[in-house]
């Protein structure tokens, strides 16, 4: 039976033109099956009309052609089903996919479109030169794999042929990286965050040595030989060898002494230390030491017992080699300990860093390795020993090498040897000094070891991506952003509530699209306890001005568009200084954003919401509390109950308005309460914190001693150089206070309350003088630095 030709034709066409060779034949097979059916059927009823069938020869034929068609078609027709149904995948239908193959070839990019593009960012060179765009499009109509310079503007411009068409490039750079081709987001894995630092594997210092009858004085602190002077039968204790910039987690079983000291140099006896904590009754303690702490003692027994004990150390420092701008880490820290080595036998003895004589450093070292060291000035010693443990009259391992006219060594750790110490003066010169792995260095003279994010920031060198940057000193542009203390001429304390408005309104008039949003939460609640309506609470929105194109963003992201932070100051009115400080830092930021890369970073990426005065009835009298006589801190509902102030927990106007804001903003990703306080008799900080998130803690103690070196040197130089000007003040975590509140109420984890000094008479240093507001701006926008670098690093 023939197939008409017409029917042929589309089955050659569907073989040769339609994906995928099986479906293919299926689907030539059933058109041609149905050919053959219809031509079938055409006889049939032809014979039926010329009466050459009976009806049941009729029937006979019928079952006949159906039989047949089912031997010989069933099997493609099956086939059919299951290739047409692989072949469309995920679609409803064939078309369905075939169309989504096509739109995925339209993305595509040709072979020469992809040669130039690569070639426009690594190459940097154009492979052809014409005088006129014209000309390129005459003469390479289809494009080129090759980057196009086109000299008719000056400079000449770079183009490259991108979907179908010469695309302008930018100006021509020369045969380099194209300028901002590489910027700070491309490096977000090498930048040195919170993230980076690994608390997981931490070093166990513990080595099972004990020191035998030396403890610490309960009531002085001192490091001392003899018998515990509580009554105790034999002390116990140990000396450890530590470092700055790290942590170390201290355990030990049950027993009856727990005390530990850090040292500058290596402890005698009757030594006083730099840090003391004493708890007999506590068995754990995570250690912070201060800079320019060396050594560690603990005293775990007092009678003679040795409990099981731990002490690991957590680095919380980054190196330089892990970013990936050296290969080689200077081991040598820059700070040197005061052992001599002493001839013959090699034996260490502690030597008076006061007086000229003997140099080094002691460092652990790993069986196995081999170490370098190099000194890059000439001293009249050198001598290098191994020991088990670093202490007084130790004798060593191996005594190495004593020559006085080398300048670099090597050599390989051996087993039963954990530090080592090389001496590199006897008359007190400590030359620049590097020790390495891998080789000798020429150019490690000091350690590449840079802090954290949550250290080295105060002049604003942080972990964003964003680039931050800069001096925050050189942005005091107007002499009253220094001084406003009585003795100046606008003096603060004479300031009101209105004049706080009046800056942030100045703001809003000078930055409309930047100052975007003044909104009023409620009032201040009055002396009679009723609503006092000339009082108002406002809040000032201000960040990054925003249009369509910014905000949109697809539902799957996910990606935080920008940090939304809370700030309140003013909820004491005696507190008028930190008031102030925030908003030099706001007017800061928004004044000289252009100029400097920190403030434009934040201006850029994060939205603040403000009250400034959240008690404005006690801002006006230079009161603490309300004009209730109410504490408005302490007037939150969490724990009110034991040690809350006011008739009821919300009680107070300025609260509730307060609890509305948090409701609103639950959604925040930081708030910060700043305060301020007063002078107190033997107080000697200057700043003080506190959150219930202990990351909170751990990061301010961290940054306020890095604060502190720099404030001693520029703002407070009263100050000792071992003093911390800042703790950790664990007085608020049993009362209720606005920062516990958005933390445990309202679920923003990154709450914190910080506080500043608003006078320092013991250095004579009068109420809101500059020192302090200087030192009240630098802290919140340090603390701010950290708390952001949270989510950006």
Do not use: C
Not at 35 to 63: C, P, Y
Not at 303 to 317: A, V
């Amino acid at each position: 039976m023939a197939i008409p030709e017409r029917i042929e034709e589309l089955a050659h066409k569907v073989r040769t033109e339609i994906y995928g060779r099986d479906v293919r034949e299926a689907l030539a097979t059933s058109m041609e099956a149905t050919a053959e059916v219809a031509e079938w059927s055409r006889q049939v009823a032809q014979n039926i009309l010329d009466g050459k069938f009976d009806e049941g020869e009729l029937n006979t034929e019928i079952e006949r052609k159906l039989n047949d068609l089912e031997r010989r078609y069933a099997p493609d027709l099956g086939n059919l089903k299951n290739e047409v149904g692989n072949a469309r995948g995920k679609e409803q239908s064939l078309g369905g996919r075939l169309n989504l193959i096509d739109q995925d070839l339209a993305q595509r990019v040709t072979n020469t479109e992809f040669e130039s593009a690569i070639a426009a960012v690594v190459d940097g060179g154009p492979g052809i030169i014409k005088n006129t765009l014209a000309e390129l499009e005459a003469d390479y109509p289809n494009g080129a794999s090759a980057v196009a310079l086109v000299l008719e503007t000056d400079p000449a411009h770079i183009y490259v042929w991108i979907n179908d068409a010469w695309k302008d490039a930018g100006e021509y750079q020369g045969i380099e990286l194209k300028k901002r081709s590489v910027t700070s987001d491309k490096l977000v894995d090498r930048l040195v965050g919170y993230q980076h630092l690994n608390f997981s594997d931490g070093k166990e210092l513990f080595n099972g040595d004990w020191v035998i009858d030396y403890f610490i004085s309960a009531t002085d602190y001192k490091f001392k030989e003899g018998t515990d002077t509580n009554g105790g039968r034999g002390a116990i204790s140990i000396i450890v060898k530590i470092e700055p910039n790290k942590q170390y987690d201290i355990r030990k079983g049950e027993s009856n002494r727990f005390r530990i000291a850090t040292f500058r140099h290596y402890p005698v006896n009757d030594t006083a230390p730099l840090h003391a904590f004493i708890n007999d009754k506590e068995n754990q303690y995570m250690l912070t030491p201060a800079e320019n702490a060396n050594y560690l003692v603990i005293q775990v027994s007092g009678d003679s017992e040795t409990p099981s004990l731990s002490i690991r150390e957590y680095d919380l420092k980054v190196s330089i080699e892990t970013l990936g701008f050296t290969t080689r880490k200077n081991i040598f820290n820059g700070r040197f300990d005061y052992f001599s080595i002493f001839n013959p036998n090699g034996h260490l003895r502690t030597v008076n860093p006061n007086s000229p004589t003997a140099r080094g450093y002691a460092f652990p070292i790993t069986e196995g390795e081999t170490y370098y060291i190099r000194v890059f000035e000439q001293t009249q010693r050198f001598r290098l020993a191994t020991y088990k443990r670093i202490r007084e009259n130790e004798f060593p391992v191996r005594y190495i090498i004593d020559d006085d006219n080398l300048k670099e060594y090597s050599f390989t750790a051996n087993n039963g040897e954990t530090f080592a110490y090389i001496q590199v003066s006897g008359q007190s010169a400590e030359p620049d000094m590097a020790i390495t792995t891998g080789g000798y260095s020429d150019d490690s003279r000091t350690s590449p070891l840079i802090p954290s994010s949550l250290i080295d920031i105060t002049d604003f060198k942080t972990s964003l991506p964003i680039k931050l940057s800069g001096d925050f000193n050189t942005l005091y542009i107007s002499d009253e952003t220094k001084d406003v203390s009585g003795a100046s001429d606008n003096p603060l304390i004479n300031t009101v509530t209105d004049d706080v408005y009046g800056w942030y309104n100045d703001l809003m008039d000078d930055y409309p699209d930047i100052v975007t949003n003044k909104k009023r939460w409620g009032y201040a609640t009055a002396s009679d306890g009723t609503e006092d309506a000339s009082l108002p609470l406002y809040e000032y929105t201000i960040g990054v001005p925003r249009n369509s194109n910014m905000t949109e963003r697809h539902e799957d992201v996910g990606e935080t568009e920008f940090i939304t932070v809370l700030v309140t100051t003013g909820v004491h009115g005696t507190e008028k200084n930190t008031v102030w400080s925030l908003y030099n830092f706001m007017k800061q930021m928004l004044d000289h954003r252009k100029n400097n890369d920190f403030l434009a970073s934040i201006q850029a990426n994060v939205q603040f919401k403000i009250i400034p005065v959240v008690n404005p009835g006690g801002y006006n009298a230079n009161t603490y509390e309300n004009a209730r006589g109410v504490n408005i801190n302490t007037n939150f509902s969490d724990n009110w109950e034991n040690t809350g102030t006011g008739t009821s927990a919300y009680s107070e106007y300025e609260t509730q308005a307060i609890g509305r804001w948090f409701e609103e903003n639950k959604d925040a990703h930081v708030y910060i309460d700043y305060h301020a306080f007063g002078y107190s008799a033997g107080q000697n900080q200057v700043s003080y914190h506190y959150s219930h998130n202990k990351d909170l803690n751990n990061m301010y103690a961290s940054l306020i001693r890095r604060m502190s070196s720099s404030w001693k040197d520029r703002l407070f130089p009263d100050y000792g150089e071992n003093e911390s000007l800042g703790y950790n003040n664990p007085s608020f975590y049993d009362r209720p206070n606005a920062s516990r509140e958005a933390y445990r109420t309202y679920g923003i984890k990154n709450s914190g309350l910080i506080e500043m000094r608003y006078n320092l008479p013991e250095s004579g240093i009068a109420r809101y003088a500059r020192p302090l507001v200087e030192g009240g701006v630098e802290l919140f926008a340090n603390y701010l630095a950290n708390l952001i670098s949270r989510y950006y690093t």
